[in-house]
């Protein structure tokens, strides 16, 4: 069944161009569980091959994901938190993923928001925090875009490669995910190791604050 949605996803994201990947980046930015591993990497891929502009690719796949989180922002800005506690399960946003998101959000501030959009699960959900909080929306807005038009760029780069070695992927889209996802390991733990270096300055600094009081 996962195999036959990814296939309609990646088939309909290829028949639509821009505004196909604009739109299911901007799914892929809620709660909808579709993977841009199978979106921008083909698109990319195509603009090799001349049916599409790599830039246009990589903006599609910024503005669209940066909608998709903007609605999450103010879907909890709207409602409170209160509501997604007890309405979230039913979409999708049990208790265990808003707490996730919310930690993270509360480590990270306005940089994790970056962070977020470069790794796998908080992508999806650091957008319900932001809205909860009350984070500005210009800044939050900007820094998504500036995270996801990166991503989308590693993405469409790392598409060309991979599917110009191997273009029988073309017609795998789960077997491209996996892929993507091992020749992308690297990515996500250089952006997770400045994560946790982020996280040792700030406790190294508390704690130097802290000798210096007492």
């Given at each position: 069944m996962m195999h036959e949605l990814m296939a309609s996803w990646f088939e309909w994201t290829r028949a639509n161009g821009y505004l196909g990947v604009f739109t299911m980046m901007a799914l892929e930015s809620t709660i909808v569980p579709i993977p841009s591993e199978i979106i921008i990497p083909p698109a990319g891929f195509y603009a090799a091959q001349g049916e599409m502009n790599l830039l246009g690719v990589i903006l599609?796949?910024?503005?669209?994901?940066?909608?998709?989180?903007?609605?999450?922002?103010?879907?909890?800005?709207?409602?409170?938190?209160?509501?997604?506690?007890?309405?979230g399960k039913f979409f999708l946003l049990p208790p265990g993923k808003l707490a996730l998101a919310e930690a993270w959000l509360a480590q990270f501030a306005l940089g994790g928001v970056f962070l977020a959009r470069l790794l796998p699960v908080v992508r999806h959900l650091i957008g319900?925090?932001?809205?909860?909080?009350?984070?500005?929306?210009?800044?939050?807005?900007?820094?998504?875009?500036?995270?996801?038009?990166?991503?989308s760029g590693v993405l469409a780069v790392f598409g060309q490669k991979i599917l110009g070695a191997h273009p029988e992927l073309v017609k795998d889209p789960a077997e491209l995910a996996v892929v993507v996802k091992h020749e992308l390991l690297?990515?996500?733990?250089?952006?997770?190791?400045?994560?946790?270096?982020?996280?040792?300055?700030?406790?190294?600094?508390?704690?130097?604050?802290?000798?210096?009081?007492?």
């Open positions: 599609a796949g910024g503005l669209g994901s940066t909608f998709g989180s903007s609605l999450c922002y103010w879907f909890t800005y709207t409602l409170g938190r209160a509501f997604v506690l007890r309405w319900f925090p932001a809205g909860l909080v009350r984070m500005p929306f210009a800044k939050f807005a900007a820094i998504t875009f500036l995270g996801s038009t990166l991503w690297w990515f996500v733990l250089l952006v997770a190791g400045v994560g946790a270096g982020w996280l040792f300055i700030q406790w190294y600094a508390k704690r130097k604050v802290a000798h210096v009081q007492s």
